[in-house]
């Protein structure tokens, strides 16, 4: 393979790498990592040592890049999904609105406020507040209760 062909490999395959980002079950990272892999040994094989250095520093760069944005993304749509439905029972959160209370848990975004005495499932929208700030209930959805620093 020529040095040229090698760099296309290596660079697709660091597009499928970030391209499992989007694209959940890991086949298609995998396929990424084995075309980086495979770009590298070939290209230090053909004796192209300083493009076999590139690539092993563009790798050790974006590959914990990469993975740190998947992290991000998939912590994020998991707390969307996991806090849609709600954590409280049936009830009439309605009375609520407008209300404070204290956060018994730190809302990571989702956890534990106790409002008029009462404890709650609540979600912020999407800040973290540690445990024991006060909070604000400002939006109720069903039994979704969405609370703010105050």
């Known amino acids: 393979m020529s040095q040229t062909e090698l760099i296309i490999l290596f660079i697709v395959g660091l597009a499928a790498v970030f391209a499992e980002i989007l694209i959940p079950g890991m086949i298609v990272g995998i396929c990424g990592a084995v075309c980086m892999l495979a770009s590298i040994y070939w290209t230090y094989q053909a004796g ?39 954590f409280n029972p049936p009830g009439n959160f309605e009375r609520f609105m407008g209300h404070e209370g204290v956060a018994l848990t730190d809302l990571h975004p989702t956890g534990i406020a106790r409002v008029d005495g009462r404890r709650v499932d609540v979600v912020t929208r999407g800040e973290m507040v540690s445990k024991n700030t006060r909070v604000k209930i400002i939006e109720v959805h069903g039994n979704r209760v969405i609370v703010k620093s105050i």
């Open 48 to 86: 192209a040592t300083g493009t076999g250095h590139v690539m092993v520093a563009a790798s050790i760069i974006s590959v914990p890049v990469f993975i740190m944005l998947w992290y991000r993304l998939a912590s994020k749509t998991f707390v969307v999904t996991a806090s849609e439905a709600g």
